[in-house]
């Protein structure tokens, strides 16, 4: 379907009927704050230029665009591109849009960035970005995943970060969530909340697409100046939907190129341990804005799962539910072990070892490529490198 010819967000931040700021009204007026310091700077030569350095000569931008030949060759079908997001700086697309919060909370002359991590993954990422800018950062993680993630932990403290261990419910996620918020609450003027991915309350989907942008404006150019054509399919993984908005911006126009977003179907969709919020979800409310959501009967969000720690999450972006009803794009789902398989055969192919969350984009592209014919290409966005993942991979599949 052709897209609407009106900008997204609106000016409330919706996305059709998505987004939005579902929060109290003094922190409502904090983020307008930062939506109003983000207008401002967006566009100024200085920012940009800033910006645009870094990702040069930080981050290590473009990252490649490379044809996965044998990976191709097994599949048996159409050429599969990967874009290598994997070698940026800190190993991921993360980095992406923490550079961009990082720069703007200098801007606004915040003291202290804060924020939540699951695995480790944004709190690595944000602790990185703030050591460069030089702006103290605190994050809150789960007790039980501090226990679990010690590689990304003792980054996190070598880098300096103010590691706030949560042991309040079941110490993981939405407790670190809980934890941070509060904090955040306390002293929203001098602080300022650095969410991970393309949600929460405006402005930060927008925000944070935008900072993304850039992995779909390198690949379509490198795309058409090494294959002389657009992709005909583009795909990433969607947790919370940060890396595949950012693939998937630049070609939203482009009526010919197919989007397809790939949820975690973990043990499969006909039992309960799975994140697949798009394929399976409902409309509902969720860490401040309206989106699709995996929820009960009252509104409480379930619990959900997967092998990849960064797709776990019941909500998703809401530019993606907007794209999702006007079938812009499609959803489906890989599941664990299918995540594996790619996980394996990337590795194995290519010398190319995988996040998790990256390779159920692999596995989704090896199931299409089968079915089109070698004259079609398929772009993946390689959303991060899987070292994190090595030892958990190699346990489980006893290597
Ligand atoms: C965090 C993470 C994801 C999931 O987040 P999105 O916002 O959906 O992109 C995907 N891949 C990697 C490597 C990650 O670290």
Redesign the pocket.
Same mark, same amino acid.
Do not use: D, P, R
């Given at each position: 379907m052709k897209m609407p010819q009106i900008p997204m967000p609106d000016a409330d931040g919706y996305f059709g009927q998505y987004g939005g700021q579902i929060i109290p009204p003094a922190l409502k007026q904090v983020m307008d704050e930062i939506a109003a310091a983000y207008y401002e700077i967006r566009d100024t030569p200085v920012f940009q230029n800033e910006l645009r350095e870094l990702q040069r000569h930080y981050i290590g931008r473009p990252s490649p665009l490379f044809h996965a030949r044998r990976l191709s060759e097994k599949a048996g079908g159409a050429r599969i591109l990967l874009k290598r997001e994997d070698l940026n700086h800190t190993g &991921? #697309?993360?980095i992406n849009h923490c550079i961009g919060e990082a720069l703007l909370a200098k801007h606004m002359g915040k003291k202290k960035v804060l924020a939540e991590t699951g695995a480790g993954? #944004?709190g690595v990422a944000l602790a990185t970005a703030c050591a460069l800018v030089g702006i103290p950062c605190e994050i809150h993680m789960g007790q039980v995943d501090i226990e679990k993630e010690h590689p990304n932990v003792t980054k996190m403290k070598i880098l300096g970060c103010d590691l706030i261990p949560v042991t309040r419910g079941t110490a993981t996620l939405k407790d670190a969530v809980d934890s941070a918020f509060e904090e955040y609450l306390k002293d929203p003027v001098n602080s300022i909340y650095a969410i @991970? $991915?393309?949600v929460g309350p405006h402005p930060f989907p927008m925000m944070v697409r935008d900072f993304q942008q850039i992995v779909g404006e390198e690949a379509r150019e490198q795309c058409l100046a090494q294959e002389r054509a657009l992709p005909d399919v583009i795909t990433a993984?969607? =947790? @919370? =939907? $940060?890396? &595949?908005m950012g693939l998937f911006t630049a070609f939203l126009d482009d009526e010919g190129v197919r989007i397809v977003g790939v949820e975690p179907a973990g043990k499969g969709l006909d039992t309960p341990d799975h994140a697949a919020t798009m394929a399976l979800g409902t409309p509902g409310e969720l860490h401040g804005f309206k989106c699709y959501t995996l929820q009960d009967a009252q509104g409480n969000p379930l619990p959900v799962y997967s092998i990849a720690s =960064?797709?776990d999450y019941p909500a998703v972006g809401p530019q993606h539910c907007f794209l999702k009803d006007i079938e812009r794009v499609e959803y489906t789902t890989a599941t664990d072990d299918e995540c594996l398989d790619a996980f394996m055969t990337l590795s194995r192919l290519e010398g190319i070892i995988p &996040?998790l969350? $990256?390779a159920h984009a692999v596995a989704y592209a090896m199931r299409a490529a089968a079915e089109m014919s070698p004259d079609k290409t398929i772009l993946v966005n390689l $959303? =991060?490198r899987g070292d994190k993942d090595a030892d958990f991979v190699a346990e489980r599949l006893s290597l």
């Open positions: &991921a #697309h993360k993954q #944004h @991970g $991915s393309v993984c969607v =947790g @919370g =939907g $940060s890396n &595949a =960064g797709l &996040a969350e $990256s $959303s =991060g």
